[in-house]
């Protein structure tokens, strides 16, 4: 690949004003309210700087000296298939990237791109049986957000026992991850955020405890060898707490690479798990959730470039039917 210095640059002049005057329904710490005229001028400056961004990615991406790698994809990939495009890279910078811009997606519908870091490997996992999916709900702190819609998408899921934890202390919480049955899903909704370099992040469990992966990494590590093959944060700034999750081996991960507005998240959420639950991949059903969100990008600038895959490249993701493995008859 030819230098990205540019291209990096690009995605940072726009993400330097992303952050700026938020409105205070970001799944995050709220900030001051702007006026409407701030918010016009904001919002102009986003789409002209994001579609600055989009260009010369793309530039680079259909570089002379890249074109043949692309081409033999072009020759081997059928526009029918579902397609992982799985970006391996410890660089922050090429992470936060939303790798679902490059033109090459448009000729295949069910394609999706994911990040992966380095070092894949599988956890130890102990043989599980059950009837039906089991998901592990954290409804954490919701200072200005509305985590209900998230719980209703929930409870419609079919098949399932999910246990819903709200503003659990770290006890609660260390307790269920221990759980002898097992999760199948461990979601997460609240407010959370990262480190400047993504190394770390954590999560605001209750309005006054905070949790890094390192404070119940064991735990962690009981719930993958039960039987953990998805953890979704829909919560802003996710990249440091999946890093984290990455290193205990998770088969796959899905957060949100910036501040997420609460509608989009809750949009995202419901559409992402209708689709997952109908029996679509997790690749597709994330595609056609994110896709979805452009329908909000008018409104909320980028709102489909947020949701991202994070893959543990030595598993294999499972379709929604058999997340659960029933005792045979």
């Not at 700034?237 to 796959?252: C, E």
Request: hydrophobic share 40%; net charge neutral; charged share 25%.
């Amino acid at each position: 690949m030819p230098d990205a210095t540019e291209v990096v640059k690009n995605y940072q002049d726009w993400r330097e004003v992303y952050y700026k005057n938020r409105d205070g329904s970001d799944r995050i710490k709220p900030k001051p309210a702007i006026t409407r005229h701030s918010e016009t001028e904001h919002k102009q400056n986003l789409h002209e700087l994001a579609a600055k961004f989009q260009t010369n990615f793309n530039l680079w991406l259909n570089s002379e000296i890249f074109r043949p790698t692309v081409n033999k994809l072009r020759e081997k990939l059928n526009p029918n298939d579902e397609i992982r495009i799985i970006i391996e890279t410890e660089n922050l910078q090429l992470r936060r990237l939303p790798w679902n811009l490059w033109d090459f997606f448009d000729s295949y519908p069910k394609a999706e791109a994911a990040i992966s870091r380095t070092a894949a490997d599988r956890a130890i996992k102990l043989e599980r049986h059950r009837t039906k999916i089991r998901i592990l709900a954290i409804l954490g702190s919701d200072s200005h957000l509305n985590l209900d819609a998230d719980k209703r998408s929930l409870a419609t899921l079919p098949n399932t026992e999910v246990v819903f934890l709200v503003k659990p202390n770290r006890a609660e919480f260390n307790k269920y991850l221990w759980d002898e049955q097992g999760w199948d899903i461990l979601c997460y909704s609240g407010h959370s955020s990262s480190t400047w370099d993504g190394s770390d992040g954590w999560i605001e469990i209750n309005e006054t405890e905070k949790l890094t992966i390192g404070e119940i990494e064991h735990a962690l590590k009981a719930a993958i060898a039960r039987g953990l093959q998805l953890a979704i944060f829909n919560s802003c700034d996710g990249l440091g707490f999946a890093r984290g999750l990455a290193n205990l081996y998770v088969p796959q991960m899905i957060v949100m690479r910036e501040l997420v507005p609460d509608i989009v998240a809750q949009e995202f959420f419901n559409n992402f798990l209708k689709n997952f639950a109908i029996g679509e991949s997790l690749y597709v059903s994330m595609r056609q959730a994110r896709q979805i969100l452009q329908d909000k990008d008018f409104y909320f600038p980028c709102a489909s470039w947020l949701p991202v895959i994070c893959q543990n490249q030595a598993e294999v993701p499972q379709k929604w039917q058999y997340l659960a493995k029933p005792f045979d008859k």
